[in-house]
């Protein structure tokens, strides 16, 4: 897979690629959104907190699925206040820290999920 960031255009806002080009024969895998909220069925305070629990469920399944963090393509993720943001983001940058090849990004502020006390929600498209 390869990052593309056209010089001609301004560069991406945080770590994230303006888009990854996938090459064909490989294996897609699409995960649908994951709240941050444990298996005991309580999201901690915080968007930062429940971000982490989101990431930490992605790489359940994409281990599941015989992938890692080098396999995601594309991040959707989708907060309930521009507040959440930072939060949100510092999240995701420790998830993808040690990654060479940044994955395409986007954030949307969104009216709220299925229980008030959701903040945020990260769904990923994976290909290996």
Known sequence: MREITPPTIR???ARYAHAVEVPPGL???????QLGVGPDDAAPEGAEAQARL???????????????RQNVVRINA???DRAH??????ARDAWLA???RLPAST??????????????????????
């Open 107 to 128: 954030l949307v502020i969104v009216a709220g999920f299925t229980r008030p006390e959701f903040l945020v929600e990260i769904e990923v498209l994976a290909a290996g």
């Open 85 to 90: 943001m930072p939060g949100y983001m510092a």
């Open 98 to 100: 040690d990654e060479p």
């Open 27 to 33: 294996r897609w895998l699409v995960a649908s959104g």
């Open 11 to 13: 560069p991406p806002f």
């Open 54 to 68: 989101c990431f930490a469920s992605i790489d359940a399944i994409l281990a599941e699925a015989r992938m890692g």
């Open 78 to 80: 989708f907060v309930t």
